[in-house]
């Protein structure tokens, strides 16, 4: 009976319930596209930039972070032993190899990354990126950035022989450009080449190396779970098992900071739509101050009339809430399917501790947030309400029948 | 290495009557075999920075180790490259340290002239990272010398298309070209200034010339030359370059 | 008259405008807090990329920003300098001279790039010594000196107090070679320098190089920086840059500028997005302040008082109220200010290591007079906008009828 009354009531000042509700529901929109934007730039980094110079389960030889000369041996069983660890992820083995690129042209110092060519298509390396020739297929390819293209004056098809160093010796070896990268990053598009593992491998020397073995999923939101079980799949196995964080220290500090940072900016946000949510809702209940004396001395209890301005505050919260967060979903989907485009203002990409930045950010639905204010919204209303039914459950009929509104 | 082994191949072969190319590359390869060198050679290097001349002693064993140790200049003398296999160290006397050259810099000029440290051990294995033919022989029609065509073995790690060594009716060489593999000219070695040395007449200059870079170059003369001197291994490990 | 009235007015409501003065300021003081906190975040961003890594004026060889060949240097660096210095434009500079060499350990060696400077002024210019983790930076005279990035020391297995050899490819073909004493290890957040680098004294890396008092780089910095276009042009003129190529920090990174401006730009919308709540706030509680009235202003009607007098109350009643919430928003968002100012935001614990640069995780705020002018105006704008519409509509009703509402 209170809530049918309480309903409507909301429905006979319709302004004023559509006012409240306004408020509610562009707060909430605005808070919930903020939430999705960010955490879509986080799940892009993570689930993308992550993969393409650790994974999201890194495993790689013990000493690897003062050494990165350090490689694992019969990386084939560590993979097979990863894969076991989740059946829907994927384990790639990486090699990762300084040296020399000589053309006829000239040289220059590179950074070579050998990957196995068929997962590399699918995850953590160039291929996203290629504007010329062909992916990796033969030991003889090789893929390079668009500035060493440049630099070392070589076309599709053309000899490259890389000399590298294992154990201090030297091995050259020839290869074909199959494929030209680019990222738009200055520094990965003139030092960064892309060779197949068993290349890198013959270069490396050793009994099937790899400077890691990683595991990518495809919902990174899962790497917590798949680092303790690769902790437990390897044990007693003399290598480093790392979470993404642990090899991307600068990555996850970078996000962390922004993070907090984009959450003071919520926590702001939050408590300009709490005061407004605040206000508008108290004043629609103190200038009912006279209605609630009249409900009163009709025989009303000052309980029954606390319950139904709760109750109002509640339903109000909710419809609020509910449109707010339509209007959030509605606002944030174009930037979930097409992503907010800043290559404008960016032009070329750009790299941070080595992973490239993506120019177009997506928005992710990030629901558990959504939810979180959602509910911290519907508690604000729901609060708004409780002093004035505090109020007026203590009432008295006459005075409030005398007030003037 | 490069340049001692394409010097060395003619110089093994002076004398022969009409070689055939397996003669010639057997030649090659046979005197890369426990055959040894000494010589004095002075190296100009003209670049559009700067001019220098140095004058250096070398020795060399096989096709895969050898040493140049700097006479002068003053302030480079005693400067010792070791060169074995790929591998090339640097002895410097001023700060008494051997430092091995990494990766990353092999493709570092050699004391400022236009081999890189690279060129210094590459292309020491001719019979096996090039197929050879003719493409011309003295008295064709249209050729007055011998020029072979050497196209790298398919996995050699070798960059060039291919190279043309010419050689004169008198077996003397008299250039090699390099190509790259749309058959541009990249540079040419020059052999020249046929002289007696080591009880042969040899060229006695090399002259090496970067294609499109005005009138650079790196020429090297040799002083004096001795084949088959007696030393042992150890000359030419890390170890023994302090010496 | 007119102005007694409406002041008179809004207290007569008083709970109402207290309210609603509440949610206005601490509206604005929100935003306030926000814009200091990004504005400190992105003066610091720019000062770190500045101090550390650009300058704000960078003279070079007209070809070396091309090339980067070592042949390209500034020669007669010193009268140079003495020029440069003697500009009432440059607050202070560093002078660099770059180079690729090979930096040997006892057993062990690598490529680097090594950058020669002038230990007193990089350290005045970038504070490079704070970045030193072991040991300590270079002494102001030659000495034979170096201090190598991090990574790179334990590369080539060398200790603070060990010394290692540096050759180098001089400009005249010779082969550059010395030895130095490591006197420290840098570690910078430039991956570059913490892997691969390292710095000596100028005069030592000129030697190497056979380049005496020659540089690569001048790097500036200016007393005002917000004219960099024309302090450049000013020193283009100067002796010290003559024949060779100036360039703002912006033209020597453009990517650094870019991603300055993107951050300005994303700013900008979270900005936006906060004042379009805030103005929500202000609009719905006008509104509300109107509408509770419409009886009142009925009767006002009823009175005498023409449409035009109304819609004059109502704005002045708006101005008011705007003017009140307006000094309790900057009470409150002076005092907000003010914290972040002297204490700053920690944000991360440790460093944050971006772009080559290392910013430290906690932030402080920098309060911009012009912010809060806008800050200040959007709030009067929005709350006049606010009370014009429901004003504009009680003016124009029928007497009898704004007073049969309610």
């Known amino acids: 009976m209170l809530l049918r009354m309480a309903f409507r009531n909301l429905f006979r000042n319709k302004r004023r319930t559509l006012i409240t509700m306004t408020a509610i529901a562009m707060g909430m929109a605005l808070i919930d596209v903020t939430v999705n934007l960010q955490h879509g730039s986080y799940k892009d980094l993570i689930n993308r930039g992550v993969s393409s110079i650790a994974g999201h389960v890194v495993v790689r030889a013990v000493g690897y972070s003062d050494e990165p000369e350090r490689v694992v041996e019969d990386s084939t069983g560590l993979a097979k032993r990863l894969l076991g660890v989740s059946t829907e992820a994927k384990v790639q083995r990486r090699a990762f190899l300084g040296g020399l690129l000589t053309s006829t042209a000239g040289s220059a110092a590179v950074q070579a990354v050998a990957v196995e060519p068929a997962i590399s298509r699918t995850v953590g390396s160039m291929y996203d990126e290629m504007v010329e020739g062909d992916w990796l297929e033969k030991d003889r390819d090789i893929v390079i950035g668009v500035r060493l293209a440049e630099s070392l004056e070589v076309e599709l098809g053309e000899k490259l022989v890389f000399m590298g160093q294992s154990d201090g010796e030297m091995t050259s070896r020839l290869f074909r450009l199959k494929g030209v990268f680019k990222t738009g990053a200055a520094d990965v598009d003139g030092l960064m080449v892309m060779m197949t593992l068993p290349a890198g491998q013959e270069i490396l020397g050793g009994n099937d190396p790899a400077s890691m073995v990683t595991l990518h999923l495809d919902d990174a939101s899962g790497w917590p779970d798949a680092v303790d079980a690769a902790l437990g799949a390897f044990e007693g196995i003399d290598v480093d098992v790392l979470s993404w964080k642990g090899a991307l220290p600068d990555v996850d500090a970078f996000i962390q900071a922004d993070r907090n940072i984009g959450q003071g900016m919520l926590f702001a946000l939050f408590i300009i739509v709490s005061m407004g949510v605040f206000n508008t809702f108290l004043m629609s209940v103190l200038e009912r101050t006279r209605e609630f004396g009249v409900l009163q001395s009709i025989g009303m209890k000052p309980n029954q009339i606390a319950s139904m301005v709760l109750m109002e505050g509640g339903l109000l919260g909710f419809l609020g809430v509910l449109l707010g967060t339509l209007l959030g979903v509605l606002l944030s989907y174009p930037m979930v399917v097409n992503g907010l485009d800043f290559s404008d203002s960016l032009g070329e990409g750009m790299s941070n501790a080595g992973v490239v930045m993506a120019t177009t950010v997506h928005s992710a639905w990030d629901v558990p947030r959504m939810a979180f204010f959602a509910f911290a919204c519907f508690f604000v209303t729901f609060l708004a309400a409780i002093w004035p039914a505090w109020k007026v459950s203590r009432m008295e009929p006459v005075k409030a029948l005398r007030s003037q509104e | ?243 | 008259m007119w102005w007694t009235f409406a002041w008179r007015n809004l207290w007569r409501q008083r709970r109402r405008t207290i309210v609603t003065c509440t949610a206005m300021a601490i509206g604005i003081a929100m935003t306030m807090g926000i814009v200091c906190f990004q504005d400190g975040f992105n003066q610091e961003m720019e000062r770190v990329m500045v101090d550390q890594r650009l300058g704000h004026i960078q003279i070079n060889h007209s070809d070396y920003p091309g090339r980067r060949s070592m042949h390209d240097v500034l020669g007669g660096v010193e009268a140079r300098i003495a020029a440069l210095e003697s500009d009432g434009s440059v607050a202070d500079l560093t002078v660099r001279l770059n180079g690729p060499a090979l930096v040997g350990g006892e057993t062990k060696s690598e490529g680097a790039f090594l950058v020669g400077v002038d230990p007193d002024r990089e350290n005045a210019f970038t504070d490079v010594s704070s970045m030193v983790v072991e040991g300590r930076y270079l002494a102001s005279d030659r000495a034979n000196e170096v201090v190598l990035g991090v990574q790179l020391a334990a590369k080539i297995e060398a200790k603070v107090g060990t010394e290692v050899v540096v050759v180098t490819q001089a400009a005249d073909g010779s082969m550059g070679n010395e030895l130095f004493l490591v006197v420290g290890m840098l570690s910078t957040g430039d991956a570059r320098l913490d892997r691969g680098g390292g710095h000596l004294h100028i005069k030592d890396m000129q030697t190497l190089l056979v380049l005496d008092d020659s540089a690569h780089e001048l790097t500036l910095r200016v007393h005002d920086e917000n004219m960099l276009a024309s302090v450049k042009s000013l020193i283009s003129a100067n002796p010290g840059a003559a024949g060779a190529t100036v360039r703002t920090w912006a033209e020597v990174d453009p990517q650094v500028e870019k991603m300055l401006a993107m951050n300005q730009s994303m700013n900008f919308f979270i900005m936006m997005i906060v004042l379009v709540v805030a103005g929500i706030v202000v609009l719905n509680t006008m509104m509300m302040v109107v509408y509770e009235r419409t009886h009142e202003l009925g009767v006002l009607q009823a009175l005498g008082m023409r449409p035009g007098g109304v819609l004059k109350l109502i704005a002045m009643e708006a101005m008011c109220l705007t003017t009140v919430s307006v000094a309790l928003g900057l009470i409150l968002g002076g005092l907000l200010d003010w914290y972040f100012v002297s204490y700053g935001v920690k944000f991360l614990d440790g460093d944050l290591t971006f772009a080559g640069v290392r910013f430290s995780g906690r932030m402080y705020g920098v309060v911009e007079a012009n912010m809060i002018v806008i800050t200040v105006v959007s709030a009067y704008v929005i709350s006049i906008l606010a009370a014009g519409w429901p004003a504009w509509r009680a003016s124009r009703m029928n007497p009898v009828e704004a007073m049969r509402e309610n």
């Open chain 2, 1 to 243: 290495m490069i340049l001692w082994c394409t010097a060395a191949m003619f110089v093994a072969s002076v004398g022969a009557q009409e070689p055939t190319m397996a003669q010639l590359l057997d030649a090659a390869d046979d005197y890369a075999r426990g055959d040894s060198s000494h010589a004095t050679i002075e190296m100009a290097v003209k670049t559009k920075r700067y001019e220098r001349t140095m004058r250096m002693e070398s020795w060399s064993k096989g096709t895969d180790a050898s040493l140049i140790r700097i006479l002068s200049p003053a302030k480079d003398a005693g400067i010792t490259t070791l060169m074995r296999d790929e591998n090339v160290w640097n002895y410097l006397p001023k700060v008494d340290r051997i430092l091995k050259v990494p990766g990353a810099m092999m493709g570092g000029r050699w004391q400022g002239s236009h081999f890189t440290n690279d060129d210094l051990v590459k292309g020491n294995r001719l019979s096996e990272d090039f197929d050879a033919r003719f493409t011309g022989k003295p008295g064709d029609g249209t050729h007055d010398a011998y020029i072979i065509e050497l196209t790298p073995k398919p996995d050699a790690a070798i960059v060039w298309g291919k190279l043309l060594v010419t050689v004169g009716p008198d077996m003397l060489p008299m250039d090699t070209k390099y190509f790259d593999e749309d058959g541009t000219l990249v540079r040419t070695m020059a052999f020249g200034d046929v002289k007696p040395m080591a009880g042969k007449s040899i060229p006695t200059t090399m002259t090496l010339t970067p294609e499109g870079k005005n009138g650079e170059f790196t020429r090297i003369t040799f002083v004096s030359l001795e084949l088959d001197v007696e030393l042992s291994d150890s000359t030419f490990t890390p170890q023994a370059l302090k010496r």
